[in-house]
């Protein structure tokens, strides 16, 4: 039996040579588990290419249908190498359905596995290095009215026209996630369009086009969650 660093590039099963489609977990001609795929990624797993508008019923089914056929009980006692692959592949399972099944989850991973690097999460408003510019003067407007209102907080103060301004606000960002999760939703269209097509060129500009919406997305949810927490301490 080979060793899993060689099975890992292996297009064929191990135990009877069939061919196997990238990242598969099971032979589907005799049933054994395989190796872990070094270019296996969470698409493959389910046998899908990279598009971002997928059949999550279809994708829940295929989940469970392989969390059966995967189950460590199953292979109690077979061969300890292959024992550990059932580990590995319910293990990589379970961060691909996770991953697959949040359409934001999804396009994050797309664009990870395309090249892209994402902004990573900041935890205060206002912080995030792509700061909207459109954005900046409501940010700057909103952040000194949370300081605001954690300084009459520690003084023990109220002030009803300070939250009802803070509600406001949240209000407003709140409409403008929406509006950017609608572009984002058609942006995901176009992409599959685009891979459909094969037309790298377009696929380019989609890729910067979805990076600037999430992080765009990642920047409001994070005011409107400062917001929240303000008003609710």
Known sequence: MPDQETESVAASCWSCGASLGTGSPICSSCGKVQATSADADYFAVFELSRKLNIDT???????????????PD???QAPVQEQQWSLDQSSLLND????????????????????????????????????????LE???????????????RKMGEDDPQLRQDLVNAKDQFEGQLRDNDIQIQNLWAAWDTAVDAGDPSQQDQLKTQMVASLDRRRYIRNLVRDVNETLES
């Not at 019923?57 to 189950?71: D, I, M, Q, T």
């Not at 409501?138 to 009459?152: A, C, I, T």
Request: aromatic content about 8%; charged content about 35%; cysteine-free.
């Open 138 to 152: 409501e940010v700057f407007e909103l952040n000194m009215q949370l300081e605001e209102m954690r300084m009459n």
């Open 57 to 71: 019923k279809a994708l829940e089914r295929g989940f469970y249908k392989l969390s059966r056929k995967l189950h």
């Open 96 to 135: 691909a359905y996770r991953a697959l099944k949040d359409p934001v989850r999804r396009t994050e991973y797309l664009l990870t596995l395309e090249g892209m690097k994402l902004e990573p999460e900041k935890g205060d408003a206002g912080k995030a290095a792509r700061a909207p510019a459109d954005l």
């Open 74 to 76: 199953l292979y109690a």
